[in-house]
């Protein structure tokens, strides 16, 4: 079964900044449609931000201005630069790939940000 691995989650003080990553070693993410959603504690999965397999990038209303997606195709990971964070930025952050006909996700990775 394909699986993405996210790592780059951890501890950071409000303001402070950290990079997500998530990569595979079975599909070539950039053929595929790759977004990042957070789930905080009793809260739904909310979308994060997305980019396409041409590169387009949308964030969540939320996030915009502070986070950036984008890709290494050299290394087959997408990453997601998350800056200025906020305590209300505190989640698990999944990877998700798709193209339409499969739907890829990672374990997620924890995000806290200490106010």
């Known amino acids: 079964q394909v699986q993405l691995v996210e790592s780059g989650g951890g501890l950071v003080q409000s303001g402070g900044s950290l990079r997500l990553s998530c990569a595979s070693s079975?599909?070539?993410?950039?053929?595929?449609?790759v977004d990042w959603y957070r789930q905080a504690p009793g809260n739904k999965r909310e979308w994060v931000a997305g980019?396409?397999?041409?590169?387009?990038?949308s964030y969540a209303d939320s996030v915009k201005g502070r986070f950036t997606i984008s890709r290494d195709n050299a290394k087959n990971t997408a990453y997601l630069q998350m800056d200025s964070l906020k305590p209300e930025d505190t989640a698990v952050y999944y990877c998700?790939?798709?193209?339409?006909?499969?739907?890829?996700w990672g374990q997620g990775t924890q995000v806290t940000v200490s106010s």
């Open positions: 998700n790939a798709h193209d339409g006909r499969s739907d890829f």
């Open positions: 079975e599909i070539i993410l950039s053929l595929y449609f």
């Open positions: 980019i396409t397999s041409a590169d387009d990038t």
